[in-house]
């Protein structure tokens, strides 16, 4: 019989794709070319990410704690304003979120990804900038959106402030930021100028604010080493990385749609992380597919009736979580004098919230697999920094494999990098609104450095 699972070495990580094993037998020798292949780009730092849990030099760990611990020292924050966009927001994002309960440095984090002007105003509404570090993180230095929010920044700050309370994550040598940075002598952090955004999470873009956070950055990337540590060590027809992905190109003509579904509330925003570096790193050529993010079991109450029983052309990647390290059991109803008539509150004592989600899953699974639709999982330990290493780490590699097994490259955007050129000519071509003279950078602008 057949091995349909399997647990990726010493990470806390389980694959089981049992669910969408067909008549699809792996092609040893393709997966074999194409990891080849790959592992050419990994090692030529085409695509630093691989490398990043080994060498500090990439992932910049020490640099990151260091800085954060700097700032740490001070005890002046309490909040940070993150501004980013992209793998330059959605991973810090779904970092923290999922962390939070292990953060111990009790700064608030406020992650602005997006220009909207009502979100801007409401944010630094509950904001005091004598007490808040600005962080402003993009790869190229030249991010329309960033770069607007940031300017925004300097100037709600007050120039008397830029030198010790904001601080520039981006290339270590070309951009804007990185030239204002400079110039300016502001605090800095250099992303490898071989890891693209959406990779990032193994860079300071990740690693700044965990540290600054107070989660482990150790930890992370030692989940990150272990998962790599298995596919170096791991056959490549029997890796269930590379046998997944086979599998995901094998059903594309026919289901090219990707539902992620973490049973985990602290994961939800890890699944858009997911859409941005599936969507972003397979959709090109003419190929791709359309990942969707959705969370258990809320939208058992939304998508399950479409996953069963709509168009055949879907997939659904489960993600769980074994271990909580408080279930919360659920208390028998109170003061019910005959407890037979509730019969749905007599089924539920005893049980655990814990053990109620995971039933949710395996019941979802159920379903489909007995209406002959594909899906396969993911199984978390527990969650905590080493599990959120592995489980970034996982992800990226399989994204990296699928598009070099599809004969794609997985770490362009042409079409992005389109959209900017359009932004900049339209941003050239309408006329701005005259500029305020008392503003923090218009007098930058007069002013000697």
């Given at each position: ?21 067909g ?6 020798e393709?997966?074999?070319e194409a ?14 990410f691989y490398?990043?849990?080994l ?5 910049q760990i020490h ?6 611990d700097?700032?740490?020292?001070k ?11 992209g793998?330059s927001?959605?991973g810090p ?9 292990k953060?111990?440095?009790g ?14 105003k409401?944010?630094?509404s ?9 962080c402003s ?14 300017l ?17 994550i981006?290339d270590?040598v070309?951009g804007?930021l990185?030239?204002?940075?400079n ?14 955004g959406r990779?990032?999470?193994?860079t ?14 150790q930890?992370?990337l030692?989940g990150?080493k ?6 170096e060590k ?7 990385l590379?046998?997944?992905?086979g ?5 594309y ?12 509330t602290?994961?939800k ?7 941005q570096?599936w969507?972003?790193s397979?959709g090109?050529d003419?190929?791709?597919f ?7 079991s809320?939208?058992?109450?939304s ?10 052309d879907k997939?659904?990647?489960?993600l769980t ?7 919360i059991?659920?208390?028998?109803a109170p003061?019910?004098?005959d407890?037979?008539?509730?019969a ?8 655990t ?7 949710e ?7 489909l697999?007995?209406q002959?639709?594909p899906?396969f ?5 527990r969650?905590?920094e ?8 996982t ?27 359009y ?6 071509q ?8 008392n ?11």
């Amino acid at each position: 019989m057949a091995v349909t699972a399997s647990r990726l070495g010493s990470a806390p990580i389980t694959v089981d794709w049992s669910g969408i094993i067909g008549k699809y037998a792996p092609d040893a020798e393709q997966l074999t070319e194409a990891w080849t292949k790959l592992k050419l780009r990994l090692h030529s730092r085409d695509a630093g990410f691989y490398d990043a849990p080994l060498q500090p030099e990439i992932s910049q760990i020490h640099e990151s704690q260091n800085l954060a611990d700097s700032f740490l020292k001070k005890n002046q924050f309490t909040d940070c304003l993150f501004l980013g966009i992209g793998g330059s927001a959605l991973g810090p994002l779904s970092l923290l979120s999922a962390l939070q309960e292990k953060s111990t440095s009790g700064i608030q984090f406020h992650i602005l990804d997006n220009p909207d002007p009502i979100d801007w105003k409401s944010t630094l509404s509950q904001l005091k900038p004598h007490s808040t570090l600005v962080c402003s993180v993009t790869k190229s230095g030249s991010t329309f959106e960033t770069m607007a929010q940031t300017l925004l920044a300097l100037e709600w700050l007050g120039r008397d402030r830029w030198k010790t309370q904001f601080i520039a994550i981006t290339d270590p040598v070309q951009g804007d930021l990185r030239a204002f940075a400079n110039q300016e002598g502001l605090p800095s952090l250099s992303i490898a100028p071989s890891i693209g955004g959406r990779f990032s999470v193994f860079t300071p873009v990740g690693l700044f604010p965990a540290a600054l956070a107070g989660i482990s950055t150790q930890a992370i990337l030692l989940g990150a080493k272990q998962v790599r540590d298995y596919i170096e060590k791991t056959p490549v027809e029997k890796n269930p990385l590379f046998i997944l992905a086979g599998e995901l190109l094998h059903h594309y003509p026919k289901r090219p749609i990707h539902i992620f579904m973490p049973y985990s509330t602290r994961l939800k925003s890890f699944g858009n992380w997911f859409v941005q570096l599936w969507g972003e790193s397979l959709g090109k050529d003419g190929k791709g597919f359309t990942p969707l993010a959705a969370i258990g079991s809320t939208d058992q109450h939304s998508i399950l009736q479409l996953l069963r029983d709509g168009p055949d052309d879907k997939i659904t990647c489960f993600l769980t979580v074994d271990h909580v390290d408080d279930e919360i059991k659920i208390p028998a109803a109170p003061y019910m004098p005959d407890r037979k008539i509730y019969a749905g509150f007599r089924i539920l004592e005893g049980h655990t919230l814990h053990q109620l989600l995971n039933i949710e899953q395996r019941a979802t699974s159920l379903v489909l697999t007995k209406q002959g639709r594909p899906q396969f999982s993911f199984r978390l330990d527990r969650i905590d920094e080493r599990s959120l290493g592995a489980l970034f780490f996982t992800f990226s590699t399989l994204t990296a494999f699928t598009g070099t097994l599809w004969d794609l490259n997985p770490f362009d955007q042409p079409g992005v990098e389109e959209v900017k050129i359009y932004i900049r000519q339209s941003l050239s071509q309408e006329k701005p609104l005259p500029p305020d003279e008392n503003n923090a950078v218009s007098r930058l602008r007069r002013e000697p450095s």
